[in-house]
């Protein structure tokens, strides 16, 4: 045999030491010194056929073994950690035996222990003892596992807190008495609610108790490196118990909770309020602990959902914006928290959109410390069945992310691996994650039956000690602790619980989060309008670029433009993007940040808004909001990762965070948003009637039907105006610049006055098209309309026959048709704002067309989507009997618009066409699309 056998893994390091031999024989320790002697390196590399001399090749042979299998414990010993409390075997690996490398022990005693390398070398005379100090840190009840991280400097020091141990906590009597208090706390709360509620749903912690020790840990770690507010998420499994643990949630409002009283003038129906099940809540501590506040957020039953909406409100905690500029972010100042489901983490795919936000530049948080609450099932599933990857947690590692595998029935490897995650945290800023193997003592919820399907796993449970039990009897053993005195700290918990229970009042305790509406009316007295010369002013300021900047030539023409854009005050010269740009501007400069992210965001989707130039020469940025002279707040300004759900989750996080802060998404294309319907869903539409939240989230949505095939026309309005309900957003199709400037300046003034979620449709083609630009003068003195009545009609008012109701783009069909003009019965009036739906300024309308007969609602979308289904209720109600209400659109349709542009022209045409013909026909009911339904037939044939 030759060493050449041993080319790869470790020849570089015995190459090293080679080197270090030639250049100085006494640098390395006898027994190598011996080995090198004799050895040709060559061999090592197989360059040679000519075997080295018998003994020599023996020693040498003997060194690299050692160094490759104290390599493979470093890398590979998790595999044979004793991870699971209930026993079972772990896998193992060949590489983690002396056999493999044909090495026995008596060769690694013949070797230093200097040989090993580490903490351990320095207390071992010998490779063989410094081996087994490295299997019993890397092979024991902790499973490091961090060898996939490439940045060097945190794999030494990843590879020092490890093998030093100088993280495991000490454990002496006084913080073995107060460890011992705290899980008793932990195991008596969740038994208490068993006796007391027996079968209630409660998401029982058991089996996984060390979770609150071991967020006590990070929690008081991450304020002694400064943190002030740690956010915490979590789905259902333990929450009760962190809620009264860490979050210091009142257990009388718990208990009440489980009591669950009709209180009927705490409903509050009349503001949406219809509350969730108790294991949704969120909390937030009233005092820190130290210096630091506790939050956890609401969420919903979607596992993983709450996970891009903790880190987001870490980041919004964390950034500061109260100046010009791009907004500082501080990674020390908010420490967000992930606890996980073993099977929801590598299943559901929000973690990895989460995950992959946290290195990027504007959704960095300084870190986010994940745990894994593996109780090795999901439901009734094995991890057999949920995962592909060896551990529940393997997705961590392709972010390069340092993973601790830790027995949950182990209390001090537990506490070492909390410590080792907050001052990883703390000194790279960056994620870390804690794979806490337990079990789960009950069924998946408390009225189920774990033994169907999990027959052997649970006859193991029904005997296996809590770690309580464990640790206690540990303690009684060392003398630290008697039965007596473990029964005396049950009972102590016990009967706080019971006082609680005693004294409790449900009526009064339960205390529903209601969100205090909007005084009324506080939307309209929003003041929008901008004076000329203020605009004047602001826009000079935008267009100061840095001194030798080189602009792309096609985009200095642009700006060139801008500059005289505000001169005359009556000439249609503000394009969508010159309007959002001042509109952003001016809200800036009232002192109200603005977050705006999404694809491309910087430049534009339709290369419209140029809000990030890049110097032609040297690729430097220039962002005109984040450096013009009047701001008195910052512009955070990031494309997105392509994401929707984690980004939306995100950005929802953050504004519910610093709701004072104007946070706008936009998508691609709106179709996209229902990648993020979960968020949507589960937290924008529903999260104030739920949990009393109060969002003021905008969201970009470029809608329209222009012959762009099914996945490019529609942002689904119809799916946010199912949602609306008068208190929780705000949905908008509005048709011209002016509109645009006004409704983002009225959502910022309304951010503290009458937040809600705001939805906008907006243009694509129509970006830069005359009919939807706007006069300065409108900007100036302007406000928004969610109405927007003919003007072309006031002269025939008493001709009109017809009202055509619409909304958005097809507003711009109808006007552009040569039968407009001759079309004197038929007038067209835009809705602006669908949700909530303005029926007092509708009526006015509606008022003044005294020949009126019939209300058209015009849409170029599929009558089963668009606004029509949510129109013609508030249309029935609004024009009663008065007139007859006619629907003009495509018919049903499967998918939102056709896939080829021919087809879609002639249905576009027909639209408009059918919009100036008024039906001899019986028009007093409302009618299906004959027409199109013909069209279609005709189309077909
Ligand atoms: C997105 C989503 N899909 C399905 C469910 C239904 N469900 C609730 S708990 C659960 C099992 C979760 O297993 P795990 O992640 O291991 O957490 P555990 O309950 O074991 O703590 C499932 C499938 C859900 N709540 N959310």
Known sequence: MTLGRFAGVNAGYVLELYERYRHNPESVDPATRAAFEKWNPAELEGTTSEPASAPASANVR?????????DSIR???????QLDPLGSQPIGDPSLSPETYEISADDLKQLPGSLVGGPVAETSATAYEAIEKLRRVYCSSTGFDYSHIFVPEERDWLRHAAESGRFLPPLDPESSDALLARMTQVEVFERFLQRTFPGKTRFSLEGLDMLVPILDEIISGAADTGARHAVIGMAHRGRLNVLAHILEKPYEQILAEFKDPVVAERLRVDLGWMGDVKYHAGARTSTPRGHTFVTMPPNPSHLEAVNPVVVGMARAAGTYVDEGGAGRFRSAATLPVLIHGDAAFPGQGIVAETLNLSRLDGYDTGGTIHIIANNQLGFTATPDESYSTSYASGLARGFKIPIVHVNADDPAACLEAARLAWEYRGRFQRDFLIDLVGYRRHGHNEGDEPAFTQPLMYKKIATHPTVREQFARTLIAQGAQTPQSVETIVKTHYTVLELALASLKPEEDLEPPVAEPAPPGAASRAETAVPLERLRQINEGLQQAPPAFTFHKKLERARERRKSVLNNPDERTIDWSTAEELALASILADGVAVRLTGEDVERGTFSQRHAVFHDAETGARFVPLQTFPQASAAFEIHNSPLSEAGVVGFEFGYNIQEPGRLVIWEAQYGDFINGAQVIIDQF???GRSKWGLQPSLVFLLPHGHEGQGPEHSSARPERFLQSAADINMRV????????YFHLLRRQAALLRRDPLPLVVLTPKSLLRHPLVASTPKELAEGRFRSVIDD???????????????????????????????????????????????????????????PSLEEVVWLQEEPENMGAWDWVRGQLVETIQDQFSLRYIGRVRSASPSEGSSAWHQINQRRLVDEAFTLDSGDIKEPTVLSKAVQSLAAFKR
């Open 791 to 849: 003007s072309d009609a006031r002269q025939r008012v008493s001709s009109v026959r017809r009202l055509v109701l619409c909304s958005g783009k097809v507003y711009v069909d109808l006007v552009s048709s040569e039968r407009r003009q001759v079309s004197s019965n038929v007038a067209i009036c835009r809705v602006e704002q669908l949700a909530p739906f303005p029926r007092v300024a509708l009526r006015e309308v509606l008022d003044g067309y």
């Open 732 to 739: 908008m199709n509005c048709t011209t610049a002016a509109q």
């Open 684 to 686: 924008v539409t529903s």
């Open 75 to 81: 890398r590979y010993g998790h595999l044979a950690a």
């Open 62 to 70: 003997a060194v690299v073994a050692a160094t490759i299998l104290a």
